[in-house]
């Protein structure tokens, strides 16, 4: 998919527990209002630099494990069918934008 924009298989990525590596994307996708990069997520702006942080996560796996299992506890949070519904609800009928979830502290 284009990477300019937040699709489900992020959320399917977390929801596994699994490291989330992504592509650097546009503030505007919404991705930045859930994920911080270092945090929650792995962020790579080129081909190298997806090969170098692979290479990095591979050989520092308990980092790789502490990134993966924030993500997952942020999205468990913040990104469920109850709250997503209400961030869509609040964005279309009463004009809200939604909350910066940017910093997450489990």
């Known amino acids: ?4 924009h937040f699709v489900f298989r ?18 505007q996708s919404g ?14 702006e080129n081909l190298n630099d997806l090969v170098e942080k692979i ?7 308990v980092e790789a494990i502490k990134i993966a299992k924030q993500g997952y506890e ?10 997503l519904r209400k961030h869509v609800h609040d964005f279309f009928v009463n004009n809200k934008v939604l909350p910066n979830y940017a910093r997450y502290s489990p």
């Open 10 to 27: 992020i959320l399917e990525i977390v929801a596994s527990q699994s490291l989330l590596l992504q592509r650097k994307i546009p503030q």
């Open 31 to 44: 991705f930045y209002h859930f994920f911080t990069p270092g945090e929650t997520c792995v962020e790579w």
């Open 55 to 61: 290479q990095y996560y591979l050989q520092n796996r």
């Open 1 to 4: 998919p284009d990477p300019g």
């Open 74 to 83: 942020m999205a468990k949070a913040r990104l469920s069918t109850k709250t």
